[in-house]
């Protein structure tokens, strides 16, 4: 596909200078219009970033990659010879890193890789509420108010999916990813920088998220679209395959707490388009069934909890 419109790419490092002014723009802008953008200069350290990604391919080949093959045989999906709507094309894992982490909870995995990925979570946490911060100055709401509308009882739920997209002998028959938009909050992904997948969905049409090196792609997820009662937007994105090379992602979901009450922000809220009020973890059981559909059938159905159950939950997923 040719690639028309440019992909916006937000210098942070220019936030402390005299082009402060335009950079905070460019990030409404992307918040308002393309529900994606990809940072660089952001502060994270170089040597994590590349010992993250270093550790992360090596734990794949060593315990993931013939997991991942028995899986296709045991699913008859080798060969491929017809479309597959139901799988997506992908080897991840789960990491929990707040309210509680299960860091050590996970087999098979170094210390040298654990250690990685508890810095390099504590680094994308507070990345997370920094860009959460810019967000609300954008917005006219007070420093803090998304950190604690996220907050709950228990603090904000941070977790990191590891993902792995192996090659696939026929990328027209499978996405590595179904099209969805994340039920979250903010979404920060660390994507392999040579090989490419993620695509975003704009006026109808789908857009390559680029492979930058070092930097990290932002995305809103749902909880951020109900707050700003519109004014942003959470947007369908998808992954798919490639015949060649293997694809790392790693995505950090930075959510509100289970217990978090979400509402539009006072100062947001219109008559005209009322988006509902409810608290997340019940917003999640409803995403479970549903995460491969699209999203405003669930604001619809959590406008009035009698009608979550007409969405007629699907297969359950991973409810990140
Ligand atoms: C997700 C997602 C994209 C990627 O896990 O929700 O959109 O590139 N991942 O792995
Ligand atoms: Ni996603």
């Given at each position: 596909?040719?690639?028309?419109?440019?992909?916006?790419?937000?210098?942070?490092?220019?936030?402390?200078?005299?082009?402060?002014?335009?950079?905070?723009?460019?990030?409404?802008?992307?918040?308002?219009?393309?529900?994606?953008?990809?940072?660089?200069?952001?502060?994270?350290?170089?040597?994590?970033?590349?010992?993250?990604?270093?550790?992360?391919?090596?734990?794949?080949?060593?315990?993931?990659?013939?997991?991942?093959?028995?899986?296709?045989?045991?699913?008859?999906?080798?060969?491929?010879?017809?479309?597959?709507?139901?799988?997506?094309?992908?080897?991840?894992?789960?990491?929990?890193?707040?309210?509680?982490?299960?860091?050590?909870?996970?087999?098979?995995?170094?210390?040298?890789?654990?250690?990685?990925?508890?810095?390099?979570?504590?680094?994308?946490?507070?990345?997370?509420?920094?860009?959460?911060?810019?967000?609300?100055?954008?917005?006219?709401?007070?420093?803090?108010?998304?950190?604690?509308?996220?907050?709950?009882?228990?603090?904000?739920?941070?977790?990191?999916?590891?993902?792995?997209?192996?090659?696939?002998?026929?990328?027209?028959?499978?996405?590595?990813?179904?099209?969805?938009?994340?039920?979250?909050?903010?979404?920060?992904?660390?994507?392999?920088?040579?090989?490419?997948?993620?695509?975003?969905?704009?006026?109808?049409?789908?857009?390559?998220?680029?492979?930058?090196?070092?930097?990290?792609?932002?995305?809103?997820?749902?909880?951020?679209?109900?707050?700003?009662?519109?004014?942003?937007?959470?947007?369908?994105?998808?992954?798919?395959?490639?015949?060649?090379?293997?694809?790392?992602?790693?995505?950090?979901?930075?959510?509100?707490?289970?217990?978090?009450?979400?509402?539009?922000?006072?100062?947001?809220?219109?008559?005209?388009?009322?988006?509902?009020?409810?608290?997340?973890?019940?917003?999640?059981?409803?995403?479970a069934g549903v995460k491969f559909q699209p999203k405003e059938p669930r604001f619809e159905a959590m406008k009035n909890a009698t009608a979550v159950t007409e969405l007629n939950p699907a297969a359950s997923v991973e409810t990140f």
């Open positions: 596909m040719e690639q028309t419109i440019k992909f916006p790419v937000v210098n942070l490092s220019k936030l402390n200078g005299e082009e402060r002014d335009q950079t905070m723009a460019l990030i409404n802008d992307a918040c308002e219009n393309w529900g994606f953008f990809e940072i660089v200069n952001h502060g994270l350290p170089y040597d994590l970033m590349d010992n993250v990604e270093k550790m992360t391919k090596e734990h794949y080949k060593k315990t993931m990659e013939q997991k991942f093959n028995d899986m296709l045989k045991s699913k008859g999906l080798e060969k491929l010879e017809t479309e597959v709507e139901d799988v997506d094309w992908e080897s991840t894992f789960y990491l929990r890193h707040l309210p509680q982490s299960n860091l050590y909870d996970i087999p098979d995995m170094s210390d040298e890789y654990r250690t990685a990925m508890k810095n390099f979570g504590k680094r994308l946490e507070n990345l997370a509420e920094n860009l959460l911060d810019l967000l609300c100055e954008n917005l006219g709401l007070e420093k803090g108010y998304l950190k604690k509308m996220f907050h709950g009882t228990k603090g904000p739920s941070f977790g990191t999916k590891v993902s792995n997209y192996p090659p696939c002998p026929k990328p027209e028959m499978t996405k590595g990813l179904r099209a969805h938009t994340d039920a979250g909050g903010i979404i920060l992904l660390f994507q392999d920088d040579k090989v490419s997948g993620l695509q975003l969905l704009k006026d109808g049409d789908w857009i390559d998220v680029p492979p930058l090196n070092h930097s990290i792609v932002i995305n809103l997820g749902d909880q951020l679209e109900v707050i700003t009662n519109g004014k942003y937007k959470s947007v369908m994105h998808r992954v798919v395959t490639q015949k060649e090379g293997n694809r790392m992602s790693i995505a950090s979901f930075y959510n509100p707490g289970s217990d978090a009450e979400i509402s539009p922000a006072s100062s947001l809220a219109s008559k005209e388009t009322e988006y509902p009020s409810f608290v997340f973890d019940d917003y999640m059981k409803l995403y």
